[in-house]
């Protein structure tokens, strides 16, 4: 019998030395740490945000951290979709702005005809 509760403390202390070597190393699964105070791991303009600026983008590494080749590859989807949309929205400008001058020419001649 007291050969017996050896060997299981024995087995426990054994557990609980492989436990606590394996949380030091790996850690307990939380979440990564805050940030200190006023530090900021990337840099974007405060103003409109183009794909460039989102390809220069440079996260902090660290031990526990995310895989860098999704991330880079989720900025890069992003980078593309950022200059699609702009390309996008700068020729449905142009397109309104001429569809505009037309519709202002056409107004004018309009006028000049019912003027005569």
Same mark, same amino acid.
């Given at each position: *019998?007291? %050969?017996?509760?050896?060997?299981?403390?024995?087995?426990?202390?054994?557990?609980?030395?492989?436990?606590?070597?394996?949380?030091?190393?790996?850690?307990?699964?939380?979440?990564?740490?805050?940030?200190?105070?006023?530090? %900021?791991?990337?840099? $974007?303009?405060?103003?409109?945000? @183009?794909? !460039?600026?989102?390809?220069?983008? /440079?996260? /902090? /590494?660290?031990?526990?951290?995310?895989? *860098?080749?999704?991330?880079?590859?989720? $900025?890069?989807?992003?980078?593309?979709?950022l200059d699609r949309a @702009?390309?996008?929205?700068?020729?449905?400008?142009? /397109?309104?702005?001429?569809?505009?001058?037309? !519709?202002?020419a056409a107004g004018g001649? !309009?006028?000049?005809?019912?003027?005569?």
């Open positions: *019998m007291g %050969t017996a509760l050896i060997y299981l403390l024995v087995v426990l202390v054994v557990a609980a030395v492989v436990f606590g070597l394996t949380a030091a190393v790996f850690g307990r699964g939380e979440e990564l740490a805050p940030l200190a105070p006023g530090a %900021t791991p990337t840099r $974007l303009p405060i103003g409109k945000i @183009s794909g !460039h600026d989102v390809r220069e983008l /440079q996260f /902090q /590494q660290a031990v526990r951290g995310y895989r *860098m080749a999704e991330v880079d590859w989720v $900025l890069d989807r992003l980078a593309e979709e @702009s390309a996008e929205r700068d020729e449905l400008r142009t /397109q309104v702005a001429r569809l505009e001058a037309d !519709h202002a001649a !309009h006028r000049a005809e019912e003027g005569r």
